[in-house]
């Protein structure tokens, strides 16, 4: 017979063989899992990088010649994209979407299409007949009115953006405030405008748009600051809807390169000035594909290199320069394009603001040039 001792004896040697054996059961199965886990885990796949070497973002070309100083002063301090309500690091992936620029061709009619455009504003001789146009380059004229305003249309034929300048400044009714818009009213008289041009504002995000009053003093537009000032034209600033969830950003801001100056005129608003610079974005399937994305910490060396555009508001004679918040956007500007492409936007004090192209350097077909310095 088993005596009590050398039943417990038994019962405790089994329970420790048993931990044990449980013990190496669990490792096996941990190893095991984490084998499997591996070897089924999706191979890492690069970007695509379906439109080859990319050419480098046509930035404008910049007279800054000071060698300048940065400060992180960042929620965290370092150069890191962060979440504005939680002031936390965002998780960034390793590629990010580039996207083809609609291109256009001038066909055989566009000339005579253009001119048609032209008329129809109100842009006609004092009799009421065409304006003849001017050549300019090989897709460009020029139509010069040389009554009211006498405002000038410079067309691309091609991609019909313009620019339409006049004697607003000068101009009896524009300085009386005569059949001045409200600000709702400029912008519905900016849209018309381009209705009747039969330009596509479909990828408009109207709830970007802005609206600034100006008055008129020796020749120059000033900011209404105060309401002694008299108001006697409205500027219209039109943005470009967010692609891939990303803003659009442009080369002067807070101006956009879709904008309106509306004014008062004989017997209605006018359009007295405008620029409208519309590159479109190809957001189909066909029109994107994956590039690889910078690290912000990589983008803030670029910037300390000198290899960013600094927006021209920002006053660089000090050298130095605060950096407040780090974000992603694309830039679209007056140079034509054949690509969106996406920047690291640097803000900070004083109305500081730098873009820094966001795509890896390796896929740009030349070196990005430094327009800063």
């Known amino acids: 017979m088993w005596s009590l001792h050398a039943v417990t004896e038994n019962v405790r040697k089994s329970a420790i063989i048993g931990v044990v054996i449980l013990i190496v059961i669990i490792l096996l199965w941990s190893i095991i899992s984490n084998i499997i886990s ?4 999706p191979a890492y796949v690069p970007p695509t990088q379906g439109f080859g070497l990319l050419p480098p973002i046509p930035f404008p070309t910049s007279n800054i010649t000071t060698k300048m100083t940065y400060t992180l002063n960042t929620v965290d301090g370092r150069a890191d994209l962060l979440d504005p309500s939680t002031g936390q690091p965002l998780p960034v992936s390793d590629r990010i979407n580039v996207y083809k620029i609609i291109q256009t061709a001038p066909s055989l009619n566009s000339l005579q299409t253009a001119d048609t455009k032209v008329a129809a504003i109100g ?3 004092p009799d009421g007949s065409a304006i003849k146009e001017q050549r300019v380059s090989e897709t460009e004229y020029s139509w010069t009115e040389t009554n009211g305003m006498q405002r000038v249309m410079n067309m691309d034929i091609s991609s019909n953006n313009f620019t339409l300048t006049s004697n607003y400044l000068n101009y009896p009714a524009v300085l009386q405030a005569n059949n001045l ?3 709702s009213q400029a912008i519905s008289t900016a849209q018309s405008f381009l209705n009747t041009l039969q330009l596509d504002m479909s990828d408009f995000d109207s709830s970007l ?6 008055t008129i003093s020796n020749g120059a537009l000033i900011p209404v600051t105060t309401a002694a000032q008299k108001i006697m034209a409205v500027k219209v600033d039109f943005f470009q809807q967010a692609v891939n969830n990303l803003p659009i950003f442009y080369p002067n801001p807070p101006d956009s390169i879709l ?3 509306v004014t008062g005129g004989d017997t209605a608003p006018e359009v007295a000035q405008a620029k409208f610079i519309h590159q479109i974005v190809d957001t189909s399937a066909q029109g994107s594909s994956d590039y690889p994305l910078k690290t912000a910490q990589q983008a ?3 910037l300390q290199a000198g290899n960013a555009y600094i927006v021209p508001e920002f006053d660089t004679s000090s050298g130095q320069a605060s950096i407040r918040t780090i974000s992603l956007g694309y830039y679209l500007g007056t140079n034509p394009q054949q690509y969106l492409m996406p920047i690291y936007i640097f803000q900070g004090d004083s109305n500081f603001e730098a ?3 966001a795509v890896n350097d390796s896929v740009l077909a030349t070196p990005t040039p430094s327009p800063t310095q």
């Open 38 to 41: 591996y070897l089924s885990r």
């Open 123 to 125: 842009m006609v001789n």
């Open 181 to 183: 818009p409200t600000d």
């Open 209 to 214: 748009t802005t609206t600034t009053d100006y």
């Open 259 to 261: 904008s309106f100056i």
């Open 300 to 302: 803030y060396g670029d």
């Open 355 to 357: 873009y820094v192209s």
